[in-house]
C-alpha cells in the first residue's frame, strides 16, 4: 500500500527512523519488499534520476506497482531521490510519487531557497511532500560529486531560516555523514550537536540523514576475497544511526549497501561456480541476502515491527 510520505514522518518522528532505499532492478525490488514485509517494517523506495534513466523510469514505476500486488502488506511511500528541478516537475506530473527531493544544496542559499519553493508551490497542491537539502555531504553518489574539503555541515540557524522560506517539508542535513563506500578515514561520527540545535530550533521537523550506509567490513571483505579492491572502505557506525534515529531524524537513506551485498554475491558466485552463464541463480541468491540485510537494517533503524502500529495511524 502507498502511503504519503509525511504520514511515515508523523509516526516515526522521535520514536525510530523510517529506511528509504534506492532500487534499480527487479532483484532489488523483491528483496526490498521481502526484507520489509519479514521485519513488519514501513519504508521509503528511492528512485534516483541515475535509476530513471538506467533502464526506463515506466519500467521501474510499474515494477513497484507489481511488488505492491504481490505484497498487498506492504506499507511504503514512493520517493524521488537527488533529484534536480526539472526531474522534480516530471515526477510531481507523474502522480506517481507521494514525496520528492530536490537537491539545489550546490548553489547559494539564496538561489537554493527560490529552486526548493518553486518545487513547493508544484508539489504541495497535488499532497506531495518535499524534501530539500542544505549544507554539503562529500563523497560520490551518481551525479552527486563533492570534493571532502568543499563538504560543510549544516548551520542550524540557516536550517531555521531556510525551512520558513520555502515551507519544505524535511530537511536533509549534513551532519558529518558522506556519500559512497568510503566515508571516514578515522573516527570522524555523527555531529549530534548539530541535530540536536536544529531540532530545537525546528521542533517536530523531519531531518533526513544521507549517506548513512553502515559499509559493513565482512561484506567489504568478503569482496575483496573474491576479487574485490575495496581497500578503506568504511561507513557510518550502527549504534551513531540508532541514536539519531529517535532525536528527529525520521528518513535515513541507504544506497551503497545494498551495492555492496549485490557485489559480494555476484563476486562469490562467479569465482564459487565458473562455469555458470545464466543471471537466475546469482539473482536468486541476492534477492534473499538483501531481504536478510534490510531485515537488519530496520531493527538498527528502530521500524522494524512498527507496521501494525503504522497501519492503525493511517487508519484513526
Given amino acids: 500500500m502507498i502511503v504519503p510520505t509525511n504520514k511515515l514522518f508523523e509516526h516515526a518522528y522521535g520514536k525510530y527512523a523510517v529506511g528509504a532505499y534506492n532500487i534499480n532492478n527487479a532483484e532489488q525490488v523483491m528483496g526490498l519488499f521481502r526484507g520489509n514485509v519479514q521485519s513488519k517494517a514501513p519504508f521509503i523506495i528511492q528512485i534516483s534520476k541515475g535509476a ?22 506492504a506499507v ?19 502522480g506517481f510519487y507521494t514525496s520528492v527531493m530536490i537537491d539545489a544544496s550546490h548553489e547559494s542559499f539564496e538561489q537554493n531557497v527560490a529552486i526548493t519553493k518553486r518545487v513547493v508551490d508544484a508539489a504541495h497542491p497535488k499532497g506531495i511532500s518535499v524534501e530539500a537539502e542544505l549544507g554539503q555531504l562529500g563523497g560520490v553518489e551518481e551525479h552527486v560529486k563533492v570534493d571532502e574539503k568543499d563538504a560543510k555541515l549544516t548551520d542550524p540557524k540557516d536550517a531555521e531560516r531556510f525551512v520558513k522560506l520555502t515551507g519544505c517539508d524535511s530537511l536533509a542535513c549534513a551532519i558529518g555523514t558522506s556519500h559512497g563506500a568510503f566515508k571516514f578515514s578515522g573516527s570522524q561520527g555523527l555531529h549530534f550537536e548539530v541535530i540536536e540545535e536544529i531540532q530545537r530550533r525546528l521542533p517536530k521537523f523531519p531531518l533526513v540523514m544521507h549517506g548513512s550506509s553502515s ?14 579492491k575495496m581497500k578503506g572502505a568504511k561507513g557510518v557506525d550502527e549504534a551513531q544511526i540508532s541514536r539519531a534515529s ?6 535515513v537513506n541507504i544506497d551503497t549497501d545494498g551495492r555492496l551485498v549485490w557485489c559480494r554475491v555476484h563476486r562469490e558466485a562467479f569465482r564459487d561456480n565458473p562455469e555458470n552463464f545464466d543471471l537466475r541463480p546469482p539473482g536468486k541468491i541476492f534477492m534473499a541476502e538483501y531481504a ?8 538498527v533503524l528502530g521500524s522494524a515491527g512498527q507496521l501494525d502500529a503504522v497501519r492503525a495511524f493511517l487508519n484513526g
Avoid at 62 to 71: G, S
Avoid at 215 to 228: F, K, L, S, T, W
Avoid at 292 to 299: A, D, P, Q, R, T
Wanted: glycine content about 6%; aromatic content about 6%; charged content about 30%.
Fill in 215 to 228: 559499509v559493513p567490513q565482512d561484506e567489504v571483505q568478503r569482496i575483496n576475497a573474491a576479487g574485490g
Fill in 246 to 251: 529517535k532525536m528527529g531524524v525520521t528518513k
Fill in 52 to 73: 530513471r534513466s538506467y533502464t526506463d523510469k515506466h519500467l521501474l514505476e510499474a515494477m513497484i506497482r507489481a511488488a505492491d500486488e504481490i505484497f498487498p502488506e
Fill in 76 to 94: 511504503f511511500a514512493v520517493h524521488l531521490d537527488h533529484g534536480d528541478e526539472a526531474t522534480c516537475m516530471d515526477c510531481i506530473a507523474s
Fill in 292 to 299: 536478510k540485510y534490510i531485515e537488519h537494517k530496520n531493527v
